[in-house]
Structures are given as C-alpha cells and as structure tokens.
C-alpha cells in the first residue's frame, strides 16, 4: 500500500473516500519523502489544496465555501510566465482569462506618446501574490486597460479561462 511508510494520519487520508483529501495526503507524503528543499521547488504543479489556499486569499474568492473553493481550484491552470511573456495587452479585445498571481511580481503598463510620437511605457502599478488580473474585462467585454508584465523575473499564476469563470457565476 502507498501508506505504509507514512505517519498513520497520512496512511488513513491516503485511503479516504474524498478524491480532495487523497491528493492532499499523497502531497504530504511526496514532500515529506523529498525533503524541504524539494518542496520548495519553484516550477512544480500546485495541487488541488494549494490552489484553494491561493484563491482563498483572494477577496473576490474569500467567502466561497470549500466545496465552491475546489471547484474554482480545478478550472485553474497553473502557469509561470518570464519576460517577454504577457499576461495581458493594453487594448486586447479578445481577452478571456483572469490571473491569480501565486508567487512573484507583475508590472501593470500604460502606454502613452510622447511629443516626438514616440511610444512611452509607463509603470502605473507593481502587483505580488494574491492580486488578480483582468477580472473587469472578463465581466463587461472591455478591452484591457493595461499590458502586465513579469517583473524582476518569473511571476506564477493560476489562470481561469473566462468561459468556463462566467459558467460558474
């Protein structure tokens, strides 16, 4: 059996009838295997629990209830973006994602001309963990407003697809 090696609280999760409850224990027991330092690992996939976690802190996700919170967590697709990657562009009409950054910075960009016609970027914005992106164009059709950026690196993020978001609503 998979919870012969584990703490006896593991062994029994590891055998619950809760598909949500399993992946959580066999997620302990693989990082208790792997030691801290693996768990640390910066690019490997966030199970169920800790796309609940971040979307929990999330104030437009904070008063859904468990059950909702797993729902929401298993339409998200869990993506890191570097430079030049995007998150969204200033003026895309096509939009149809909202970001939840997990781990890192983005830079929220307008652009604007300068006298000579030149195009300038602006940095209106630096936005961490917990801050969601493109949740206004989702909901009433706009264009986005501004392009966001990685910053000072790789930015993680878990992504909702807007069609299936605007299902849930």
């Known amino acids: 059996s998979d919870g012969e090696s ?3 609280i ?3 999760a590891l055998e619950d009838p809760h598909p949500l409850v ?10 208790a295997q792997e030691g801290p330092a693996a768990s640390d690992h910066h690019f490997s996939n966030l199970a169920t629990i800790e796309k609940m976690q971040s979307l929990r802190g999330v104030p437009l996700f904070a008063h859904l209830d468990p059950e909702d919170l797993e729902e929401l967590a298993k339409l998200t697709e869990d993506e890191t973006l570097i430079p030049p990657q995007v998150l969204c562009e200033e003026g895309d009409v096509n939009a149809d994602a909202i970001f939840i950054i997990v781990d890192g910075l983005a830079s929220v960009v307008l652009r604007s ?19 969601v992106v493109g949740e206004l164009s989702l909901l009433d059709g706009s264009p986005r407003m501004a392009t966001v950026r990685p910053k000072d690196g790789a930015v ?12 849930r609503l």
Do not use: K, M, Y
């Not at 399993?22 to 990082?31: D, K, M, N, S, V």
């Not at 001309?113 to 801050?131: C, K, Q, S, Y």
């Open 22 to 31: 399993r992946e959580t224990a066999a997620l302990c027991q693989r990082r």
């Open 156 to 167: 993680r993020v878990l992504r909702i697809p807007g069609h299936l978001f605007r299902s």
């Open 6 to 8: 584990a703490p006896p």
């Open 113 to 131: 001309g300068d006298p000579a016609g030149r195009t300038i970027d602006r940095e209106v914005a630096v936005l961490g963990a917990g801050e």
């Open 10 to 12: 593991v062994a029994h």
